[in-house]
C-alpha cells in the first residue's frame, strides 16, 4: 500500500515538484518534498535516504534540469538500490537516467503537466487503495474530506472534459474538482 512518497527533483523544479504533493495531499498520499527543508539540522544526504527509506515510492521529476542533476540522480540510483520502487515523471526531450531506463516513464510537457499528474495518480491507485479526496475549499477555505470518486466517474470527466462536481460541506457552495488533479477549479 503506498501511503508515503518521496520526491525527487533539481531545486529548479521545486514548483513541479509541489505541484505533485498536492495532488497527492489531495488523495491522501503524505510526500516527502514537503519536509525536505524542515530538518535543517540534518545534512541534506541525510535527509534524502531518510525520505527514500521510509517512503513506499520515489517520484522522479525528470525535466531538462532534473536528469543532469547529480542529487536526483544519487536519490535515484539509492532507490534502486534498496529496491524501491520509482515513478519516473518525463519531460518531453529529456533523456531517462541509466538506472531507470527500462522503465517506462510518464510523459509531459509543461503544457500537459496536470494530464502527467492524473495519470500518476491513477498509477498509483491501480496499486493501492485510495479511498479519501482532501480538499480545500478555495470560497471559504476549510479543509473537508470526500470518498473518491469510482475510477469509471473519474476516467469519463476527463474524457469528456468535465469536472467532478461536488458540494462543500462548511459553505455549502457548489464545487468543481479538476478530474486529473482533484483540484477544485476557480
Known amino acids: 500500500m503506498i501511503t508515503k512518497v518521496y520526491i525527487t ?3 529548479e523544479d521545486e514548483p513541479l ?3 505533485v504533493a498536492e495532488a497527492l495531499w489531495r488523495v491522501g498520499i503524505e510526500s516527502f518534498v514537503a519536509i525536505y527543508r524542515r530538518a535543517r539540522g540534518v545534512a541534506p544526504g541525510e535527509r534524502a535516504r531518510f525520505g527514500v527509506r521510509h517512503c513506499d515510492c520515489v517520484i522522479a521529476v525528470l525535466t531538462l534540469d532534473g536528469v543532469v542533476s547529480p542529487r536526483v540522480n544519487q536519490e535515484i540510483g539509492f532507490a534502486c538500490g534498496i529496491d524501491q520502487l520509482v515513478i519516473p515523471l518525463l519531460e518531453t526531450g529529456a533523456e531517462m537516467p541509466v538506472m531507470i531506463r527500462h522503465l517506462k516513464p510518464i510523459s509531459f510537457s509543461r503544457e500537459t503537466y496536470s494530464d502527467a ?3 500518476l495518480i491513477l498509477n498509483i491507485r491501480d496499486l493501492t487503495s485510495l479511498e479519501w479526496l482532501k480538499i480545500r475549499c478555495p470560497l ?6 470526500q470518498y473518491l470518486p469510482p475510477p469509471e466517474v473519474v476516467e469519463r470527466a476527463v474524457l469528456s472534459g468535465t469536472g467532478l462536481d461536488t458540494i462543500c460541506t462548511y459553505c455549502e457552495s457548489a464545487l468543481t474538482l479538476d478530474p486529473r488533479t482533484f483540484k477544485p477549479e476557480p
Open 9 to 11: 527533483h533539481s531545486e
Open 17 to 19: 515538484a509541489l505541484e
Open 117 to 119: 499528474l492524473g495519470e
Open 140 to 145: 471559504c477555505g476549510e479543509e473537508m474530506t
